[in-house]
């Protein structure tokens, strides 16, 4: 007979032979006596483990009693009832979390849902994420969360007047002299908090029919918009009450680095899209003496590469632009040249308007001959022009005086 081919129970762990004395996991090891150190008993099922997992019950239970509950994200004990937090940033999860640890994690004020972080709003509520990006934003002057349908914090919020309108405010408008040019000057002045209303009813009282006030955004903490109806430059030089910028300053109104001055100019006042291509052309091509001449090289008035090179379809009537460039496309009826730093000095403000309507008219009768031959691009050319036309005065004071003026 052949020799017994039965082969002995070994140990899972040491390969030994095992006794009658074993022990068989859940897992189905079976053990000899000396490997069975690290082998527990589930609390659920009263079965050997090797591997128990802890709960917030304060029990131990093996990887079959434990199915059908959820690791905590932060105590990694496993729990039947699972707390979600919000978390709301792109590409992450919500956190889960045990009853326990939820308790450390603040509550939205506005959804009520317990969150991994919180933004504080105006009024002291605390929300989430989602909250916040969804009902809010920062207040147009500092960083104070505030709701969406606002447009300052209570502390910044600037006084108000009853003829200060909102700056959505566009009434019919009325134009002032001959033309085919028209001008409508957008100048951004700051006040002082408690000569305010003193400052107001000064502007009404001088500019009558001829332009409004308004509020915006980048005039803070206290001030206006004076915002003209349409003139020719003749009737701007002669009947605008230049006189009002000194009452505005002997008020204590101001200008800084946040306010400018906005032209816009009729698209009317041109003689065709050639005309357009020409002043256009010479805008952009002579960045460095206009921005000396607007006395500031502004992020809110950029001479971009891109604009440049667009000149020829803006020209045709291309309106698809950023509205931050030197010059605005995209208003219908006008183009608005944006670069100038305000002012209450009357020279400077005159040598912006004289500037726009300098350089519509300058261009209006250049030609191909005087490009090629006498550099009519060029910045000396247009102020050579300048001399001989006394209307344009002011921006050549302007311009000696900045030491731009050849």
């Known amino acids: 007979m052949p020799a017994s081919t039965l082969v002995e129970p070994l140990c899972s762990d040491c390969s030994r032979p095992l006794t009658a004395t074993t022990v068989t996991t859940i897992e189905g090891e079976r053990l000899c006596p000396d490997c069975t150190t690290d082998v527990g008993v589930c609390h659920g099922c009263d079965e050997p483990t090797r591997t128990l997992h802890p709960t917030t019950a304060a029990t131990l239970l093996c990887a079959r009693c434990v199915s059908g509950w959820t690791p905590c994200a932060d105590c990694a004990d496993y729990t039947r009832d699972i707390r979600t937090l919000l978390d709301g940033r792109p590409g992450r999860h919500d956190r889960s979390v045990c009853e326990s640890c939820v308790d450390s994690y603040a509550t939205c004020d506005d959804c009520g849902h317990r ?149 816009h100019l009729s698209r009317a006042g041109f003689d065709s899209p050639v005309h357009i291509y020409r002043w256009l052309k010479f805008i952009y091509r002579n960045e460095i003496p206009i921005t000396t001449l607007a006395r500031r090289s502004s992020s809110w008035a950029v001479f971009s590469k891109d604009a440049r090179s667009s000149v020829i379809h803006y020209a045709h009537g291309d309106r698809y632009a950023d509205r931050y460039e030197a010059v605005n496309v995209r208003p219908p009826a006008t183009f608005e040249l944006r670069i100038f730093a305000s002012s209450l000095q009357p020279q400077q403000v005159q040598a912006a308007l004289a500037f726009a309507a300098g350089s519509v008219e300058y261009t209006r009768r250049l030609t191909p001959a005087d490009i090629a031959r006498y550099r009519g691009w060029e910045w000396t050319a247009f102020t050579t022009w300048l001399r001989g036309r006394p209307e344009y005065s002011p921006l050549l004071a302007e311009l000696e005086d900045l030491a731009c003026a050849s």
């Open 115 to 263: 969150t991994t972080e919180t933004f504080r709003v105006e009024g002291g509520d605390d929300v989430c994420r989602i909250c916040c990006e969804d009902d809010y934003h920062e207040c147009a002057e500092c960083y104070t969360l505030i709701s969406y349908n606002d447009t300052y914090c209570e502390n910044c919020s600037p006084v108000e007047h009853d003829a200060v309108h909102s700056y959505d405010y566009k009434p019919s408008p009325v134009f002032h002299g001959d033309g085919p040019l028209f001008l409508g000057l957008e100048l951004e002045i700051k006040t002082p908090e408690r000569r305010f209303e003193d400052a107001v009813d000064t502007a009404v009282d001088h500019i009558g029919e001829l332009a409004y006030l308004k509020e915006d955004s980048s005039i803070h903490p206290c001030g206006f918009e004076l915002v003209t109806h349409p003139m020719s430059h003749e009737y701007a030089r002669t009947r605008f009450p230049w006189q009002l910028l000194n009452r505005l300053r002997l008020l204590g109104c101001y200008t800084d680095t946040d306010v400018g001055i906005h032209v």
